[in-house]
């Protein structure tokens, strides 16, 4: 479909994605109804917002539970409003997953506000909700740091114990289909965010060189035990045939991953300065092209960001970039 009545972009290709979004979602808690009129000063009322909006989502909803008052102070607070008017995806995503614990509403408000993926810089019409980032397509189906890891990974990869994963960002999958070639996950798996598990092992091995010696040599030890005890058992001892260690990485299908899409949900960028939520919208020329930057079909513009695209590929004629010819 064109963009604001021309031929240059579309909306969205004719493609389901499959993410965490995507499965369906019990209505969020709206509360009780007939709410009361707040009756603090409006300064205390707004010294009291800032307080709210740092707190970590969880804690802001326990306390809108209090009471119908703690309610109605909670369904003012203008970021808020802002989260379950336009975006309540990300809330049912962030408590689905059980991620609240590390974002506050200030977070999430801040990315929703927010149009350009952490990584590239392109249109980011994604949000990554263990550490709640926006982020872009192609980068959340490419980069190691979007594909969460289950917790044997991440000590394996990073030379941590399970009590250094304790405090690190951690999520619950929900069973379901991911990813555009609709791939089944039957299990509820912990997962653990890429990053803070990374910085966790350099922090505690001082350098990555060193952390990846320290991993390196207990993998091998690893090694050594199975073999050992695989000797034995081979050699008609009554020990139970014993599994090898993972010494490698999953396969990794990048954008057929379903991983890769169980923290991730579409969500509009909210531009104060525009009357309506701005989802993104594709370049035509760019359509048919699946490889690489700057023309790929899944990276999104916004009218801005498409100035400077077609400053970069050429004008568009006959749905195709036309570079112009310098006399
Ligand atoms: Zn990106
Ligand atoms: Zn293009």
């Excluded at 995503?93 to 392109?122: M, N, P």
């Excluded at 979007?146 to 690190?168: C, M, V």
């Excluded at 619950?172 to 997962?191: H, N, Q």
């Excluded at 969500?267 to 048919?288: D, V």
């Amino acid at each position: 479909m064109p963009y604001g009545g021309n031929e240059l972009t579309y909306a969205s290709p004719n493609i389901e994605d499959y993410t965490l979004d995507h499965i369906r979602y019990v209505h969020l808690d709206k509360g009780q109804r007939g709410h009361l009129v707040p009756t603090q000063r409006l300064g205390a009322l707004e010294l009291l917002h800032m307080v709210l909006i740092q707190l970590d989502i969880p804690s802001l909803t326990a306390f809108r539970r209090v009471n119908r008052r703690a309610t109605s102070i909670v369904d003012l607070v203008p970021q808020y409003k802002a989260i379950t008017t336009h975006a309540p995806v990300t809330l049912w995503g962030i408590f689905t997953i059980g991620t609240g614990r590390w974002i506050s509403c200030q977070d999430l408000y801040e990315k929703l506000s927010t149009a350009e993926c952490e990584s590239c810089g392109d249109f980011g019409g994604y949000l990554y909700l263990i550490t709640c980032c926006r982020v872009c397509f192609l980068c959340f189906t490419v980069k190691a740091d979007y594909l969460p890891l289950r917790q044997a990974d991440a000590t394996r990869k990073f030379g941590l114990d399970r009590s250094h994963l304790e405090n690190l960002p951690t999520m619950k999958t929900v069973p379901g289909y991911y990813s555009p070639r609709e791939i089944k996950l039957r299990d509820r798996l912990t997962l653990v965010d890429y990053r803070a598990a990374r910085r966790t092992g350099i922090a505690i091995h001082g350098s990555e060189s060193k952390m990846n010696e320290h991993s390196v040599h207990i993998q091998a030890k690893k090694l050594e035990k199975y073999n050992l005890r695989r000797s034995k058992h081979t050699a008609g001892a009554a020990n139970p045939n014993p599994r090898r260690p993972r010494t490698e990485d999953e396969f990794d299908g990048y954008s057929s991953n379903p991983k890769r899409f169980v923290a991730i949900v579409r969500a509009p960028f909210l531009n104060p300065g525009a009357t309506s939520l701005e989802w993104g919208f594709h370049c035509s020329a760019c359509r048919s092209h699946h490889y690489n930057r700057p023309l790929h079909w899944r990276r999104k513009f916004t009218k801005d960001s498409l100035k400077a695209h077609i400053e970069e590929c050429g004008e568009i004629v006959d749905g195709k970039h036309v570079r112009q010819q310098l006399i």
